[in-house]
């Protein structure tokens, strides 16, 4: 059962434009939310996150949407650089109780590709 | 300040044979915990500490084994590795919910 989906595979998009990744998850309890960033032979590290009470958050290029309602949260990179070009996992965790309280689980990942 | 360390970077396993997967960090971090990372399934837990002394199942623990004896050690145990779990493994460390990956092990077995 996964709780965290990143239905997108991949994505590609051209050097300057908007790069808008998407994220679902099922699990009510979730209420804090983050975005990672992965280079190949590398870990993953941390780009922004979300609390469950706020529905935007910001930080430089990089811009996290929460929609509770329709449990649905993206990640918006304007203007997109080829440096950008990495898998981005979504991830979500539960601090108040419950099955995901404390756990980080992670979406599938999307591959980004910013071609210059 | 090193961060999270992992050893060995590769590792060739037959079929059967054990072996552990080395993490450490400097953090003072009390919350450790391993990952695989597979394609198309993302990071999935395998088992997580929040203390010394202290180590929990996540999501795909079978075939794994953990102990936590300090703070700055989580050795990954594969006690009969199997073809099933040739994957990229990482060790993360985490206070408050920003948490902190290794470099990752790639394991193949075979």
């Known amino acids: 059962d996964q709780q965290v989906k990143q239905n997108s595979p991949s994505l590609s998009v051209q050097e300057g434009r908007i790069s808008i990744l998407n994220c679902d998850y099922t699990n009510s309890m979730f209420d804090y939310f983050l975005w990672y960033k992965k280079y190949p032979a590398e870990g993953p590290t941390f780009l922004i996150s979300?609390?469950?009470?706020?529905d935007k958050n910001e930080d430089g290029r990089f811009t996290v949407f929460l929609n509770k309602s329709a449990k649905h949260l993206s990640l918006h990179i304007v203007p997109s650089q080829p440096g950008d070009s990495a898998v981005y996992f979504c991830?979500?965790?539960?601090?108040?109780?419950?099955?995901?309280?404390?756990?980080?689980?992670f979406g599938q990942g999307t591959i980004l590709t910013v071609h210059p | 300040n090193a961060g999270v360390t992992q050893t060995p970077k590769f590792q060739v396993l037959k079929t059967g044979q054990s072996m552990t997967l080395q993490c450490a960090q400097d953090m003072n971090h009390e919350y450790m915990s391993w990952y695989r990372q597979d394609p198309g399934m993302g990071l999935r837990l395998i088992h997580y500490s929040v203390g010394a002394g202290i180590t929990d199942q996540g999501e795909v623990p079978n075939g794994y084994n953990v102990s936590r004896s300090t703070t700055e050690d989580f050795p990954l145990r594969l006690l009969s590795a199997a073809p099933s779990q040739t994957s990229v493994y990482f060790c993360a460390s985490r206070r408050g919910l920003e948490q902190y990956f290794g470099p990752g092990t790639r394991l193949t077995v075979t």
């Open positions: 991830a979500a965790i539960g601090l108040a109780g419950g099955t995901s309280y404390g756990k980080l689980t």
């Open positions: 979300i609390s469950s009470i706020k």
